[in-house]
C-alpha cells in the first residue's frame, strides 16, 4: 500500500488556527482551504527535522509510524520548497544514534565517493580542452586550459557539463569557445553594462568573435 504523507505548511504571512484560533503559525496543514495548527490536525507531538543530513532523515522516517512533510512556498521560483520532516521524537532520537555509531564509515563512503567524482571532472575537463585545441589550433593553450574548464565547472549546467559537451559535440564544443571569445576578446560585457539589449550586443560583436575563431582555425 502506498503511503500518503501528511503535508505541512510554513506560512508566508501570519496566520490563525481556523479551528482554535490560536496564532499566528509557525508551522500548519490546510483543510478546506483553512488553516489548521498541528496540535488540532494531531501532529503537534511530532518534531522539526530540518533537511539536509540525508542519512539521518531516512533513518527517521523509517522508524517514525507518522511523519509530515514540512514544506514552503518561494514566492521567486513559484513553487513550494521542502524544508525538512516533521517525525517522532524516539524515532529521531534512535536515527541519531544510528548516525553516530556509524559516522566514520559514512564519512569514508563521502570521501572516496568525492575522490571518484573529481576523477571523473577532471577527465571531461581533460577531454574537453584536448577537443578545443584540436578544433581550434590556434588557440592559446592556456586559453584552451580556462575555456574547458570555464565549461565543465560542475554545477553550472554550461555546456562541459551537458550531455553534448561530454560527448564532445563539435556545436557544443564550438559554442563553449565562442562564448569565452565573446566575454575575453570583445567589447560585449561592456555593452551589457553600459545598457545595450542583449541580443543587440550579440550583433555588434559577431564579426570580432567570428574573426578570432577563423584565426584559431586557421593556424
Known amino acids: 500500500m502506498d503511503l500518503v504523507a501528511p503535508v505541512v505548511v510554513e506560512p508566508l504571512r501570519r496566520r490563525r488556527c481556523s479551528e482554535c484560533r490560536q496564532g499566528p503559525l509557525e508551522r ?36 517514525s509510524s507518522l511523519w509530515a512533510v514540512v514544506v514552503r512556498h518561494n514566492r521567486r521560483r513559484t513553487r513550494y520548497e ?10 529521531l532520537a534512535r536515527a541519531e544514534a544510528a548516525c553516530l555509531a556509524d559516522a566514520e564509515a559514512r564519512a569514508r563512503r563521502r570521501a572516496r565517493d568525492a575522490a571518484r567524482r573529481a576523477e571523473r571532472d577532471a577527465a571531461v575537463t581533460a577531454a574537453l580542452e584536448e577537443e578545443i585545441l584540436r578544433l581550434f589550433p590556434g588557440c592559446p593553450a592556456d586559453r584552451a586550459v580556462r575555456i574547458a574548464a570555464h565549461a565543465s565547472a560542475k554545477g553550472t549546467g554550461r555546456v562541459g557539463r551537458t550531455a553534448a559537451g561530454r ?53
Do not use: K, S
Open 28 to 63: 500548519m496543514i490546510v483543510e478546506f482551504n483553512a488553516p489548521v495548527c498541528l496540535d488540532c490536525a494531531d501532529l503537534g507531538h511530532l518534531v522539526f527535522l530540518r533537511r539536509g543530513d540525508t542519512a539521518l532523515t531516512r533513518r527517521a522516517r523509517e522508524g
Open 82 to 91: 521542502r524544508q525538512g520532516l516533521l517525525v517522532e521524537e524516539p524515532a
Open 167 to 219: 560527448a564532445l559535440d563539435r556545436g557544443a564544443v564550438t559554442a563553449a569557445v565562442r562564448a569565452a571569445v565573446r566575454h575575453v576578446d570583445t567589447e560585449y560585457d561592456t555593452l551589457l553594462m553600459t545598457g545595450v539589449p542583449r541580443h543587440q550586443a550579440r550583433v555588434r560583436v559577431a564579426p570580432t568573435i567570428e574573426a578570432v575563431l577563423r584565426a584559431w582555425r586557421a593556424d
